[in-house]
Structure formats: C-alpha cells, structure tokens
C-alpha cells in the first residue's frame, strides 16, 4: 500500500490491550510516523509510549491538537466509541476507529452523517479484508474460479473467554455479544467478497443467562448476561447469493467453518477473518482434495521480525493512502453497513428486514506492504 512521501503523523488514542498491535504494525508502514499516544489512564499511556518509543499526551484532546498528526486512531472500548470518534472528528483531523464502529446502529448512522460534513476522512475496523487472505479469496471470486456465487455461510463461534479473560463482563453486555464483537470480520469479508447485503432476517436469543467465570486470579465470578448471544440469520446479498450465519457464545465447541462460499463451480474456504494472512483453499466440482491457493499479495503479517505478536495497521494505511486520492476501502460507509447487517443479527429481526445502507465493494488491493 503506498503512502505519501511525509510521513503522515498518527495519533494513538486508548493505549490498552489491542494497542500493542498497532504500535507495532504502524511501524510497518514508511510512509507513516506515530506522533504521540494517549490514554484516560495516564499510567497505561506512558508505559505504552516508554515501552514504544513514542511521546505521551495527557489527554486524547492535546494529542489532537499536536502539530504533526494528521490522522488519529480511536483504540477505546466500543462503549466509548461514539463518544471518542465524536470528540475527535470535531478537531478537524482525519479519524480511524477500531470495529465496531459505534455500539449501535442508530448511534453510528447520526455519527457518519456528522463526520461527512467536515471534510475530514472517517474509517474504521476491521481491515483484516485487505491482507492477503481476505485479497486472494476476492481473487478467486472475480476470477470465476468457483464460478457464480450461490450461497455463503459464516459462523462466529464463542472463545470461551470465562476460561482466561480476568473480567469478560464487556462481552455479555451492551456493546459486545457475538455480532459487535467477532461479528464485524465476518461480515466485512462476506461484503469485500460478494458485495453489499439488501435484506437480514434473523431470531436472536439470550443463551445461559449466568455465566461463570473460572480464569485463575479473576475479577468476578459470574456474569448476568443481558444481551443475546445466540443468533442465527439469513442474509441475501445484493448479487442475489444466500448467506446463513451463525454468531454465538453459547456454541462451544462444534466443526464448523469460518466463512465457505458456495459457487456453480465450486466451494471456496476462506480461513478465520480475524487474522490477515491465512490460506484459502477451494475445491472445483469433480475434484477429490481441497486445493491451497497462493496468496495474490504479500502477507501483512509474514514478514515480523522474530515474534508472533499480532498486528494491525492496514486499515490506518489505506486511510492514508487516501488522502493522496487512492481508493478508500475501510471507508465508514462501509463499517456503517457492516454495522447494519449487524445490529440485525445481534437483536433480530421482525421477519425480512430491508437494509436502509449499502457501500460500495471495496477495490481489490494487489499492493505491498512496503511502503
Ligand atoms: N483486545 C483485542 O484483542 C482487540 C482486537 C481487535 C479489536 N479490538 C478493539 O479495539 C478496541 C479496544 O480494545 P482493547 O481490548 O484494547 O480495550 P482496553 O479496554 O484494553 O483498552 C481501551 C483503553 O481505552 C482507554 N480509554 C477509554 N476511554 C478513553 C478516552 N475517552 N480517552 C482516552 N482513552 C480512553 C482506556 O483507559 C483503556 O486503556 C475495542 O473497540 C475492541 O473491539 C480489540
């Protein structure tokens, strides 16, 4: 992905846990430079700037108003989202956020309509499309390699987090659940692959209504779950495939796929939507063995030096590949429609609910990430 030549300045705003990644995976990128970080927790945001090397503000709004940064990265809880992106889109800089966009639709919608007055560029999470797995996948759907798509299916599964996380309270209530949280990897690959989704028709449930928590050293010991986390849906694409979704916490452990897309010519299996980088495989009608596809780009991921700590930055990169007229692909339209199809899921629908977005399917990136 090619950035212009001055480095564009980023400002890192929540220095929690993703915000290792994206110090990291930044680097990545020459043509961008962090500028400085912030966070409510001062404590966090200097261990975060010593630790990477970047300056610390005391507040997201001076690091805002900071000369040289031009684009500034929302990494706060999705509760916190509207609010933040809000804040930060009213200094005049360009604004990236992590998924989900908002914690709901309503509140996104109005938000986008704010940020498109200002003349400012507004993207958002997730990005994980633009790396090679997601691009040869997109690949193999425009070259015909499984011919003309008739149905999809996805299914988000639960990690079972009271195994290991300290507090997973988020994920049961307002603002998590299966379709805000996982959700939005798997219904921005489906809409990079077969473009945007006009109709959802979805049941939705709350499954075990307590949850335990046994992670060694927690910070509770049961959850009251307040918002479903078992929800099955349909989804018809605009190009006339059927999707069948599936997003839960109460499934824990099952066979099934991440994302399959079911062609006249064949099936394709693209790999887990939150990584970047994994194989994609298809299988032609006739053949007996599944068959791995060369990646179409370099992975984002392939080339850490040493550890296999994640990454993230893609998304930032294509914001700012913008600003010098390439296509914008993690536009906010997009997430906005993202975030429609699943609010839907999340809460249900009353029958066949008509989508009142679409986006555009974003270009096919063939670049590098070298520059
Ligand atoms: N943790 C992950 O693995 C992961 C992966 C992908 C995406 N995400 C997304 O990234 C975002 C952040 O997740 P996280 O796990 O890093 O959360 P976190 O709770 O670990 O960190 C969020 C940080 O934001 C800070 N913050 C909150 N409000 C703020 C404000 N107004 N100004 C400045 N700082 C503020 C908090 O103090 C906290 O340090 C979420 O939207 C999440 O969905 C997380």
Same mark, same amino acid.
């Given at each position: 992905m090619t950035v212009q030549k001055d480095p564009i300045g980023v400002g890192i705003v929540g220095c929690g846990n993703i915000s290792g990644a994206y110090f990291r995976g930044l680097?990545? !990128?020459?043509?961008?430079?962090?500028a400085g970080c912030a966070d409510l927790d001062q404590e966090l945001a200097r261990a975060a700037g010593e630790r990477h090397g970047v300056p610390v503000f005391a507040s997201a709004e001076e690091l805002a108003a900071a000369d040289g940064v031009d684009i500034l990265v929302n990494l706060t809880p999705p509760l916190a989202h509207e609010s933040v992106t809000r804040s930060l889109l009213g200094t005049g800089k360009h604004v990236f956020t992590e998924?989900?966009?908002?914690?709901?639709f309503a509140s996104a919608a109005s938000l986008v309509a704010e940020a498109r007055g200002k003349g400012v560029l507004f993207g958002s999470a997730p990005d994980t499309f633009l790396g090679s797995a997601g691009q040869t996948a997109r690949a193999a759907v425009d070259d015909g390699l499984i011919g003309d798509v008739i149905g999809a299916s996805a299914f988000v599964t639960h990690s079972k987090a009271e195994l290991w996380h300290p507090d997973p309270t988020f994920l049961f209530?307002?603002?998590?659940?299966p379709a805000l949280d996982m959700g939005p990897y798997y219904i921005a690959a489906l809409v990079n692959l077969l473009g945007p989704i006009v109709s959802v028709s979805a049941m939705a449930r709350i499954g075990s209504t307590v949850r335990p928590v046994s992670t060694p050293g927690r910070q509770v010991d049961t959850i009251d779950v307040t918002i479903p986390t078992h929800a099955s849906a349909t989804l018809g694409f605009a190009n006339g495939a059927i999707g069948t979704v599936l997003m839960s916490f109460?499934?824990?452990?099952h066979e099934l796929p991440f994302i399959e897309l079911y062609g006249t010519e064949g099936t394709l299996s693209v790999p887990?939507? /939150? /990584?970047?980088?994994d194989t994609v495989r298809v299988r032609q009608h006739g053949e007996h063995a599944w068959r791995s596809l060369p990646p179409v780009i370099e992975g984002f991921t392939s080339r850490v030096d040493g550890a296999d700590l994640p990454l993230r930055g893609p998304g930032v990169a294509d914001l700012a590949a913008a600003l010098t007229?390439?296509? !914008?692909?993690? /536009?906010a339209d997009f997430a906005l429609h993202v975030l429609e199809v699943l609010d839907a899921i999340a809460n249900g629908t009353d029958g066949v609910a008509a989508l009142t977005t679409t986006c555009d399917r974003p270009a096919p990136t063939k670049e590098t990430w070298t520059s």
């Open positions: 680097r990545r !990128f020459d043509g961008l430079r962090i998924k989900p966009l908002t914690a709901s209530t307002t603002g998590g659940g109460d499934v824990w452990d887990d939507p /939150n /990584n970047y980088d007229g390439e296509p !914008f692909r993690t /536009n």
